[in-house]
C-alpha cells in the first residue's frame, strides 16, 4: 500500500514528537555490548550525600552498561579534586563552588589541575546557614559581624569544605577563627551530632551548617530547643556568588519547628568531576545512561529530586572532558 505524501509526512512529525515527549534523545548513545570499564569513584563520607550521589550513578549505569562497573569509595569535595588529578580516582563527587576555586588556583587549590574535567551536574541544592539560640542577641550574620558578641560556634573539622566555605565567609569581613576567641567566644570544631549536643547542653549557642533545605540533627535540634537561622544580607549573597558560583534559595518558614520565617541563603551545588584519562565511549556510556535514566536516578537521595537531563551540565565550572562536551552536544543539552 502507498501512503499519501502528506499523511506520511503527518506520521513522521508524530513519531518525532512521540520521541521527544517520552524524553527519548535521537542521539544514540555508546552499544552496551562492547563498552567496558572497571572504575573507581570518591564519594563523600559513608552514607553522606556525596557518597550516595555517585552509589546511585553506579547502579544507574551498571543496570544500562552491564560490562563497566564503578566501585565507590569514602572521600571529601577537596580531596576528590586531587586524587582524580593523580589517577586515584577515576571519577569524583564535589562541588560548584571547590570546582571553582580550583579553576581559579586559589586556596586549597593553589596548582592547576589539568586533569581533572567536569562530567555532570547533579542540580542538588545545599544550602549554607547559621542555626543559633532563638535568644541570642543578633538576627544577622551582618549584625554578629558588627556586634561581635562572645558566642560559642560549631563547625564541622578544619580543613573540610564545610569549614574552608565558612571560613570564607567570615574572612570576607576581615573575621578570622581566633577573633571569636578574642571576642570572648569560642569555635568549636565537631561532627554535626556532636554540636547538637553541645547546643543542647548549653555548651555552645549555634552551629554553621551546610545540607539539604531539611536535615536530620537540625530537627533533632530545634525539637529541644528554640533556635533561628540568621538572615544573610543581600552583600554577602553578592560576593559568594561572584566568587563561588554560589546561588540562593529560601529556607521556607516552618521547615524546622518554631522558626516560622522563610530564610534566604546561599546554595551550591553538586558537581561530578572525571580524570582527562577516561575514555570516550566510557564517558558517553555514564552520561547517555544518567540522561535516559533520569527520573531513577533521582531516586536515589533527596538531594537528586531535581535532577533532570536537560541540567546536566548546569553551574559546571571546570571544562568538560570531550567526550562529555561531544555528548551534550549531541543531545542539545545546554553548556556553560
Known sequence: MRLNPSKSLILVVFLGLTLVLGGISSAAGPDPKKVSAVLKAGGGAVGGIGFMVMTGMSKVVKGAYPKIDITVVPGGWVGNLYRVEKGELDIGSTTTAMCALAEAKKAPFDKPLPKVKALYSTQDKLYYFAIVRKDLEVNTLAELFKKKPSVRLCVIQKGTTTELMWRNVFGSQGITWEDISKWGGKMNFVAWADGVNLVKDAHADGILAVGVRKIGWAMDLTNTRPMKILKWDPDLLGMLKKRFGFGKDAIPG???????????????????????????????????????????????????????????????????????????????????
Not at 287 to 312: C, E, I, P, R, V
Open 254 to 336: 516552618n521547615t524546622y519547628p518554631g522558626i516560622t520565617e522563610d530564610v534566604l541563603c546561599p546554595t551550591d551545588s553538586g558537581e561530578a568531576i572525571v580524570n582527562a584519562g577516561v575514555k570516550a565511549d566510557v564517558v558517553k556510556a555514564i552520561l547517555t545512561a544518567l540522561a535516559d535514566n533520569a527520573q531513577a536516578y533521582s531516586k536515589h537521595h533527596a538531594a537528586l529530586t531535581n535532577f533532570k537531563a536537560a541540567g546536566m551540565a548546569e553551574t559546571l565550572k571546570l571544562p568538560l572532558h570531550p567526550a562529555a562536551l561531544e555528548f551534550y552536544k549531541s543531545r542539545g543539552i545546554a553548556t556553560p
